[in-house]
């Protein structure tokens, strides 16, 4: 099994930024992929970005393109999100995933909140 465990979330400013983590343990060599999600109140979860743990390839969702970088530590089992120029509708539930291919996720955190105060 894999667990993920995000931080990093909080309460910030709109302009501002904050970089989240999402540290990774158990069969991590199992992940090939790794995104992160968001969920604001009474939506649907959507895709952010992702990073393939061979290469360092990204993928970035048109939204947030340009304002955030996902990046990672194989060494550490951490893969990061840095979010800058934060708007009022990023505020959402941010959740780490995991997947052992490009387009599926079988592993989740729990979430950590991001709350952009206008």
């Known amino acids: 099994q894999v667990q993920l465990v995000e931080s990093g979330g909080g309460l910030v400013q709109a302009g501002g930024s904050l970089r989240l983590s999402c540290a990774a343990s158990?069969?991590?060599?199992?992940?090939?992929?790794m995104g992160w999600f968001r969920q604001a109140p009474g939506k649907e979860r959507e895709f952010v970005a992702a990073i393939r743990r061979s290469g360092g390839f990204t993928y970035y969702a048109d939204s947030v393109k340009g304002r955030v970088t996902i990046s990672g530590d194989n060494a550490k089992n951490t893969v990061y999100l840095q979010m800058n120029s934060l708007k009022p509708e990023d505020t959402a539930v941010y959740y780490c995933?995991?997947?052992?291919?490009?387009?599926?996720?079988?592993?989740w955190g729990q979430g950590t909140q991001v709350t952009v105060s206008s």
């Open positions: 995933a995991g997947g052992v291919q490009v387009g599926t996720y079988e592993y």
């Open positions: 158990g069969r991590t060599f199992r992940i090939y992929v």
